[in-house]
């Protein structure tokens, strides 16, 4: 093996097999990788130099052509098996997503094949006694090809990866993905059957138009079919978010008129209190009257008079969850430091009151039951944490915490009878302030955590 054809054959290997590595990582963001995306670049690129410098030495141990074929195909199926386990190790997300992100790498590797069998069946009548006589897996023109499709296909597929699919994964939940998901795993194994197919029965020159053809059919086809699965995600979970906002709407409803309610209660209660009060004054027991009017004026302190912080909409909200949490017997305590910004009110009641209701419903039937909140704003952003009893939760399949221990909103199915969105609801919206919504169960506490995050806040003085 000369010099030139050692490097043909590592340059080959290398820019045939590295776009594909890089693009699997491509629509993740860094807390979904284990390793910061910039480090496992760099020793991606490392590897994959490795790999493709002992590739030549490998290959050329076999003596004829067909040999070296077979050997080089046995190479780069190795090297992709043990690529695609190193990257299911080093990606923090449901394997579904990961898979899908596969998926269109490996839509990418078949449009690069179907364009060198094209880029082949027009050089060879051009320049058919190029290089003759050396004995390699990788010709120059397609090292060529490898060398022009790196500059103009990649990035095209990069620029798609970072703005539609790294959304795409971001905005729909694995639970919410299995039909998608189904479609595109019988769809890619169907496209990669026919595809080798048509090359092992046409892959003769007199044939090269037909095969062509054929392949590029089968590209295009796999191209419609995931463009009409992302969208058919798309308008779904419009669909479902639509749902939650109804259900959100239904839940600000509940609550007035469970307002209105009580506040009948109360003026049905206070009557009592009147005539109770009449009686005490009529009768002159001085005393019995002050320490009645004492405890009706230190429950109404302890709720409506106790400021929480500047905010005015999260501390009315804190004021109100503090009234339900002492009517049902919680123990409520609130650590909160923020004062008023750039968020719509109706957005806060909508993830604090998700949040909260489903903290007051996790308390019930729990001894000694308590809700801790902390509120706060720092550096830019709004924190919102809450940590209540919780006797139990449901997790669903194929999620993988983060280093906290923290989940999305789907990995906890509802126990309640149809199902619950609340804390779906504050995560969409958390979203929209391009921040989050993560949660964690605590087994050895019995303990929920709900923590939300809102990055696109501004501060605003308080007036």
């Known amino acids: 093996m000369t010099c030139g054809i050692y490097l043909v054959d590592a340059v080959g290997f290398f820019f045939q097999f590295y776009p594909c590595a890089v693009m699997c990582f491509v629509p993740f963001d860094d807390d979904k990788l284990k390793i910061r995306k910039r480090t496992l670049f760099f020793f991606l690129t490392l590897c994959v130099l490795t790999v493709s410098a002992l590739f030549p030495l490998a290959v050329h141990l076999g003596s004829t052509l067909k040999v070296i074929i077979h050997i080089s195909d046995s190479y780069m199926l190795l090297t992709v098996i043990l690529s695609v386990a190193a990257y299911g190790v080093l990606v923090r997300e449901n394997y579904m997503k990961k898979l899908l992100v596969i998926y269109i790498v490996i839509f990418y590797a078949a449009l690069i094949f179907w364009l060198t069998n094209l880029v082949g069946t027009i050089w060879d009548p051009l320049f058919p006694d190029f290089a003759p006589g050396l004995l390699k897996v990788y010709l120059p023109k397609y090292i060529a090809f490898y060398l022009l499709s790196f500059v103009t296909v990649l990035p095209l597929f990069v620029i798609f990866l970072r ?168 123990t409520y305590r609130v650590t909160a430091d923020c004062g008023e910004f750039n968020v719509r009110p109706e957005d806060l009641t909508v993830i604090i009151g998700n949040i909260m209701e489903n903290a007051l419903r996790s308390c019930r039937d729990v001894p000694d039951p308590f809700i801790d909140v902390a509120v706060a704003f720092l550096h830019g952003a709004f924190t919102f944490e809450v940590t209540n009893s919780c006797p139990g939760v449901k997790l669903a399949k194929g999620f993988t915490p983060d280093a906290e221990g923290f989940f999305p909103a789907g990995a906890f199915q509802s126990t309640r009878d149809g199902g619950g969105h609340g804390i779906a609801s504050a995560s969409d919206l958390a979203r929209l302030h391009s921040g989050s919504a993560l949660f964690k169960f605590d087994p050895a506490a019995k303990a929920f955590t709900s923590r939300v995050l809102l990055s696109s806040v501004k501060s605003e003085k308080a007036d």
């Open 163 to 330: 703005r539609y699919v790294s959304s795409f994964l971001r905005e729909i939940e694995p639970e919410r993905m299995r039909r998608e998901f189904r479609y595109a795993t019988i769809s890619t194994v169907a496209f990669l059957i026919l595809m080798m197919s048509a090359h092992m029965l046409f892959n003769v020159y007199e044939y090269n138009f037909l095969l062509n053809s054929l392949l590029l059919f089968l590209v295009l086809n796999q191209a419609i079919m995931y463009w009409m699965m992302v969208i058919s995600a798309v308008n779904r979970s419009r669909e479902e978010n639509a749902l939650r906002a109804l259900q959100a709407q239904q839940l600000q409803y509940d609550r007035i008129r469970e307002d209105m309610e009580r506040s009948a209660r109360l003026r049905h209660d206070m009557r009592h209190h009147w005539n109770y009060l009449y009686s005490l004054a009529d009768e002159g027991d001085v005393g019995g009257l002050r320490e009645y009017l004492s405890a009706l004026a230190e429950h109404t302190e302890r709720v409506e008079n106790q400021v929480f912080c500047k905010n005015r909409t999260v501390n009315a909200l804190l004021q109100y969850y503090a009234d339900r949490a002492l009517d049902e017997g919680v």
